[in-house]
Every structure is written in C-alpha cells, then in structure tokens.
C-alpha cells in the first residue's frame, strides 16, 4: 500500500527532462516544481503536428502543446458474447519517453474507464477529468444509437485531451500505454486492481467515521464550496435539458404553421401570394430553430454536463485527501499509545506524514488549475451559446424583414396609389 | 385621424382617435374599416368602457355580466387647442349586439353580416384564461364590438339602418322598437333556410363556389388558430424556463469571485427574457382576433349562399307548380290523361263529368295558373334581385377581406421582427455578461 500514492512511474521519467522556462504555462504549482521537473518540449518541435480540432479543444497555448490526439471512426464490434463499440485512438507526439512519434489502437469505453481507475488510484487527491457516463437514464436512449456514440466520443476525445494536458498526469506510464499498446489486457491485469480498492472502501468508511479532527480551513472551504458548485452546476444542466425539451415541442408545433398556410394558399387568389410567404417564413425559421437546438444539445449540454461530473470527482478527492490524513492521525495516535516497536512504527507514522503533505500539495495545486479550467470552459460555453441566441433571432429578423419588404409597394408606388385614390 | 373635410378620402374614424401612423400600421387598435359612409361622415363611434354589473336576469337569478359603453360624438373638426365636444353615451351588454345582429340578419339576408367577438374564448392557450369575466378577455371583446359597430356603421347598405342608428343613440326602448318591426317572424323562417335539406336543381355555380371556398376558409382558419394556440403554450415555456436560469445563476454568483458579478447580471438578462414572453404573446392575440373575426364572417357568408338556395329553390318550385298546372289545363281541354290524377282516375271510373263541370274547372286552372305566373315573375324578380344585391356585397366583401387579411399578415410579420430584435437586445447584453465572467 505505501508507495502506491507516491507515483513511482512519475519519477522515472523524470531522469530524461530538462527544466524549461515554459513550466509556467502548465501549472502555477510551485510546490511540484521543488520536487520534480516538469517535463516539456522544446518549443521548436511545437507546430509539427498541429490537428484541426472541433469546438471541444481547449485554446492552449500553442507553444507548450507536444502530444496531440484523437478519438474518432466507432465501429462495432461483434464476439460470441457481447457486442460493444471500438473506438480509433491516434496520437502524435514528439516527446522521447515515446518509442515512436504517431500511434494507432483500438480501445472500448471499458479501457477508459481502466485508465481512469489507475489515473485516480495512482494520483487520489488529483482532479482527473471525468468520463461520459456508462448508461443514459432518462429517454431510454438505445446504446448503440448513432447520436449517443458520437456524444460518448465526444467526450471520451475531451477525456483524452484534458488529461494529456495536465501537468501530471500527463506522464502517467498507464496513460502511455493506454495511447500505445496494441493489446491493452496484459496491462490491465497487473497492478492492485479490485481487492486493494475494496479494502481501501473498508478503511475510508472506518475513517469516516472517525472523522477529521484537524483538517486544514482551506480544505473545509474547498469542500463547501464544491458542495455548493455541485448544486449549481446541477442545477444550471437541469434548466439546460428543460430548455431543449421546451425547444423540441415547441418546434414540433411550429412545423404545423407551413402545411396550414400552404393548404390555406390554394384556396385564395389575391392572398395566395403573402400566405405562401408566411409559410415560408416559418419554414425557414423552424429550420433555424432546428439549428439551435441542436447546438444546445450538442455544445452547451455536454460543457455543462463535464462539470456536473467533475464536481462529484472533486468531491471524491476531498474524501480521499480527508481519508490520508485520517490514516496518518490513526497511525500517529497508535504510535503515542505503543511501547513496542516504536522505530518501525515511527518510521510508517513519517512516511504517512509525507503522504499527508504530498497529497495536499497535490490538491492545492490541481484546484487552481481546475478552477481556472472551469471558468474558462463555462465562460467559452455561455458566450458562444449566448451568441448563437443572437445568431438565430438575427437570422429570424432577416426572413421576415424580407417578406416584408416584399408586401410594402415601394415608396414611389405608394405615392401613386395615393394620387390615384 | 379625425375626419378631415379637406381631403378627398373619407377615413372612417377609428376609437382611438391619438392613434399614430406607426400604431395605425401596426393595427394595434383595430382592424381597417372601409372609407367613410354617410353615417360615419357625421359620427365618431367607440367603445370606451367595461363595466362589471350584477342584477337579475329573467328566472329571476342574481347574474353578474358586463356592460360597454358606447360613445358617439359628431364629427366634426376640433379647432386648434380646443377640446372635442362631450360624447353622449349609453351601456349595452352583449345579449343586446346579439339581437341587434339577428335584426339585421333577418332583415338583410343579401348582406354578408359582420361577426360579433366570440362570446366564450375559443382556441385558448393554457395561460389565457377562458373565463368570460377575466379582464383581458373583457377588453378583447370591447375592442372587438368596437370593430363590428364601425363594420356596420361603415357598410354601404346598413349603415342606413334606422334600428342600427337607435342602438347607438337611444339606450331605453331600444329593444321595443326592435321587436315592433316584426323580424321575429323571419327568424323561423331563416332558421328554416339553414337547416332545411332541399335540393336545386339547377344550382348558381357561383353560388356554389362562394360556399365551397366559405367552407375551406372555415376550416383552414380553425386549423391556424389551433396551431397558433399550441406554438403559443410552447413558446410561451421556453421563456418562461430561462427564468430559472435567472434564479441558479444569482445564487451561483454568491459562491464564486472572480466570475460572481458576470454571472449576477447575466442571470438578470435570463430574467428579462423569460418576461418579455407576457407582452410578445398578448400582442399575438390580436393577430388571432383578426383572424377569427373572418373564420366567424364565413359563417355568414354561409348563411347568404344558403337563402340564395332558398330562394333558388321556391323558383324552381313555383315554376315546377306552374308548368304542372298548365299541363293539367292541356289535358283537361284535350280531355287525354297523360298525367294521373286521382279526380281523373274517378272520372273514368265513375264516368265523365259534365261540359259545365268542365268548363268551371278550366275556369278555376285558368285562375290558378294566371296566379302561378304571377308569383313565378315575382320570385323570379326576387330572386334576380336578391342575386344583384347579394353579389355586389360579396364583392366588397372580397375585397375588404383581401385587404384586411394582407394587413394582419404584415402585422403578423413586424411582431416576429420585434420579437427577434428583443432577443438580439436580450442575449447580446446577456453575451457582455458572460464576457466579463
């Protein structure tokens, strides 16, 4: 168990890597550049693999970027037993802890969820970026229906991104061989796996109930404040999915209009021409409509979603980091009670102290970084939501200021009707 | 616009007379009225008011119902600075237009009589209330009784009606005077007409046409007015919902720093937003009124081509009559039986009648048929006139429809262009918010 926070494979390659005065674009964590530095390319190399990406990647700063990847081309997958989907996972890199300098393989939801169980087993008091969720409740939406897979692909791309751009975790040997490993299994057998995690369950409910008698006031407001987001956050999803449901039926009854005004056309001489107007105006408008909702659904719901999801990780990591520290304090009062073997317990009692520290210094660090990647994520998501409003009501604007003009004679034509009157 | 004896068109003087050009574009107000007829060149005509009364109707219940004020005043120009003259005034409720709308349907049965506003709310969406005493709804229907007196009162046959011009000016013995014209008797037979199953044979393709488009109209009118109800329930949601944006980013603003104050005023925008929905709607409903007024004009248009088929058909009959009993005056003067009749399966029977019987009956057929062809001129000219008249108002009516319907399409039209420019103005101050976070 002790050893196992302290991630052995970060060091590793900590040997090869230069310090490089770009540090500080990845993290304002002072506390990490002390210990280790932090791996980086040359900038030089930076603009050699640069990837047209879609609406989700986040606006890096170009300089720093070394690793590029993508999750597209889902294809099903057909054995005795099940039926699942693969996805094409590419990267391209320019970094030398990788034998070579583009990758291809195939992996299932059930590998990203393994990559994420050792990110967070490796790394408890970091904030590694949430995955889609394994089913859909509500709408009993089918598994393998086509807008679910590219939504989950979506996401699981954005997965991949965020955390190849974290400071840390992007060097995590499980994340390496995640990206290059041709047959995942092997790796997925070794390591603590299932029973290690069941008693670390058993240990963090005998630690909660022990409680935290110390914990430090930034950790608790941490906390507050995560419950407080997480209702927000919530929240604000909830509104979102209502917004687009509304928007679904309100589009269902609009498509009703052209048919009606068309039908209503052909019976009229002199009207027949504005009423066909109207119809299209509607048409045109509901095909607007179709437009926003889909972007609704498509940009702003999953940004939002991404936070619902983190805000429960964050939740876990403060659990977690409560639950180191309640480890230590156990120890450290069983050392104050014991006689015996006071060295060797000494000696677990320092190491669970480093663990303490390490894990909050971890903390620290990621929660700025996470704070900063909300706001920015969140703001990006309003603004470009709040300018597709625009967008669809200017577009509005213009159909129907058109057929307007199209029933007002001009203004010389009018004068005329009036003389002739 | 008061009605300026300078200029050559005669405006019909709307309620409203502070009505500006863009208002009077908008149709805010009220619907177009035709130019001036000899009625409204000499008076302005509203319905100001609404007023709630209680009293006890004819079981002798306690009834609450509401009263409108009708307002006529000379129209004449008011000098500058100066202040019109008082109008006079009376109440009327509703069960009063209706009367005087089956005066006038009896009476002139050529005309395409205007509607009356619905007396229960028809094709409601969820929020509007249904109520008949719900405020808003009161005020619908006063600005839609204002519309059908100014509809009469600028109708080139009825603005002449006396009984028309005592219900605007005499608020006691209005009612007598109605019933002592005697129209109650046509009643019956109107309903008669509506309801009778007869055929013609020799309809007025015209006619029939008229019927027909009067019957599409109807239809594809109450299917834009469901329409319109069900997108407005919808629409009126997805505004309403972003009020809860409002309400989660306020409080989201309290727990964060650095974007607390773009997410308060944002959350303020969603607010707005969700508000506007309230005015954009009830503005709509004037659209639908407008297109109401015409989905209840075909049933009156109805009601024109159906006394034509009555009266179509008394011709027929008249002529069929006429040609029966000439046929009977052949036969009896040629004394051969080509149509059976009972009198001469017994005059076979029992024997031949006598040369005086003969002759007295030749009499009696002559008589009857001199009568026959007298009443067939007489329905025959009826009928011609009843067609002149009717098609010259079918006309007008075209015509007005044609115009009116135009005008609430464009009004239709600039209330989308006003909702779209509120939402830019909403989302774009809502986007400066974001932008600050």
């Known amino acids: 168990m002790s050893g196992q926070t302290v991630p052995a494979d970060f060091t590793e390659h900590m040997l090869d890597l230069d310090e490089d005065e770009d540090l500080e674009v990845f993290s304002k964590n002072t506390s990490l550049a002390d210990e280790s530095p932090m791996p980086n390319s040359p900038s030089s190399m930076v603009n050699q693999y640069r990837l047209e990406e879609d609406e989700e990647e986040q606006q890096q700063d170009a300089s720093a970027k070394d690793i590029f990847i993508t999750v597209d081309n889902p294809e099903s997958h057909v054995t005795a037993i099940e039926t699942f989907i693969l996805y094409r996972v590419v990267t391209k890199t320019t970094r030398s802890e990788f034998d070579s300098s583009e990758y291809e393989v195939r992996r299932r939801y059930q590998d990203f969820l393994w990559l994420r169980g050792r990110l967070e087993e490796n790394h408890p008091t970091l904030i590694v970026p949430p995955l889609p969720e394994k089913f859909v409740m509500k709408g009993m939406v089918e598994r393998f229906n086509d807008d679910f897979i590219e939504t989950r692909r979506k996401a699981l791309h954005r997965f991949l991104n965020k955390i190849s751009e974290h400071p840390i975790l992007s060097f995590s040997q499980h994340f390496k061989v995640f990206l290059t490993a041709q047959e995942l299994s092997s790796h997925k057998k070794q390591g603590p796996g299932f029973l290690s995690r069941m008693g670390e369950t058993v240990k963090a409910m005998a630690n909660s109930v022990r409680g935290v008698r110390t914990r430090p006031e930034e950790f608790t407001q941490m906390q507050e404040y995560t419950e407080d987001f997480s209702n927000k956050i919530c929240s604000v999803d909830k509104v979102t999915q209502r917004i687009i449901k509304e928007q679904r039926e309100y ?123 909300m706001r920015t994520d969140l703001k990006s998501a309003f603004i470009c939501t709040a300018e597709k409003n625009v967008e669809y009501y200017e577009k509005c604007l213009a159909v129907w200021e058109s057929f307007l003009l199209s029933q007002r004679p001009e203004p010389e034509e009018q004068r005329d009707m009036e003389d002739a009157a | ?230 997108v407005a329930d919808r629409l009126y949601g997805v505004y309403k919902v972003h009020g809860n944006y409002g309400r989660v980013f306020s409080e989201w603003s309290a727990i964060e720093k650095e974007m607390g104050d773009g997410l308060q005023s944002a959350g303020h925008h969603m607010d707005t937003y969700a508000a506007s929905i309230d005015d954009i709607l009830e503005e709509e409903e004037h659209y639908a009124d407008q297109l109401k007024e015409y989905f209840f004009y075909t049933d009156a248009v109805r009601s024109v081509c159906r006394k034509h088929e009555l009266i179509q058909y008394e011709l027929e009959i008249a002529a069929q009559d006429l040609a029966h009993k000439k046929q009977l005056k052949e036969e009896l003067a040629t004394g051969t039986v080509r149509v059976f009749s009972l009198k001469g399966m017994t005059s076979k029977l029992f024997g031949q009648e006598s040369p005086e019987q003969r002759e007295s009956k030749l009499a009696a057929l002559e008589q009857s048929i001199q009568e026959g062809e007298q009443a067939l001129k007489e329905k025959n000219s009826e009928c011609q006139e009843f067609v002149r008249t009717a098609w010259e108002d079918i006309e007008r009516f075209k015509e007005q429809k044609d115009n009116d319907l135009r005008e609430a399409l464009i009004s239709y039209a600039i209330m989308q262009i006003s909702m779209c420019k509120k939402g830019i103005q909403v989302w774009s101050n809502a986007k400066e918010c974001f932008n600050k976070m």
């Open chain 2, 1 to 230: 616009m008061m009605a300026d004896s300078g200029s050559n068109e005669e405006v019909a003087v709307i309620g409203n007379t502070d009505i500006t050009s863009t208002e009077s574009e908008n149709n805010i107000i009220n619907t177009m009225v035709e130019r001036g007829t000899a009625l409204l060149k000499k008076m302005e005509i509203n319905v100001a008011e609404a007023e709630k009364r209680t009293g006890k109707n004819t079981v002798n219940m306690q009834e609450t119902y509401t009263v409108y004020l009708i307002e006529t005043r000379p129209a004449e120009t008011v000098p500058e600075g100066g202040t019109p003259a008082a109008p006079d005034t009376l109440w009327r409720r509703y069960s009063e237009f209706e009367l005087l709308r089956t005066y006038l349907l009896v009476t002139y049965p050529y005309i395409i009589i205007p509607p009356l506003p619905e007396k229960r709310a028809e094709f409601v969406w969820h929020k509007l209330s249904a109520d008949n005493l719900d405020p808003d709804f009161v005020e619908r229907r006063r600005v839609g009784l204002e519309n059908y007196l100014l509809r009469v009162a600028s109708h080139p046959v009825l603005s002449n009606d006396k009984i028309f011009f005592l219900f605007l000016t005499e608020e006691k013995g209005w009612r007598e005077a109605v019933l002592e014209t005697g129209f109650q008797d046509k009643v019956d037979s109107r309903l008669k007409s509506l309801s009778a199953a007869f055929r013609v044979k020799n309809p007025d393709k015209r006619f029939t046409a008229l019927k027909q488009y009067s019957d599409e109209l109807n239809t594809v009118i109450s299917q834009l007015l469901r329409v319109r109800a069900r």
């Open chain 1, 251 to 373: 589009l269902d009854e609009l498509r009703q209009y052209t048919p009606t005004y068309t039908q209503w056309a052909e019976s009229e001489e002199d009207l027949a021409e504005p009423l066909k107007g109207v119809a299209s105006c509607v048409e045109r408008c509901s095909k607007e409509t179709e437009e926003h909702i889909h972007h609704l659904s498509e940009v702003l719901l999953p940004a939002l979603h991404e936070y619902v999801l983190c805000a429960e990780t964050v939740k876990a990591v403060m659990r977690r980091r409560d639950n180191i520290q309640a480890d230590y304090e156990a120890k450290n009062e069983a050392l104050a009670s014991r006689k015996v073997d006071q060295e060797a317990l000494q000696e677990e009692v320092d190491g669970l102290a480093d663990r303490v520290e390490q894990a909050n210094n971890a903390l620290k660090g990621d929660w700025s970084r996470w704070q900063d990647n």
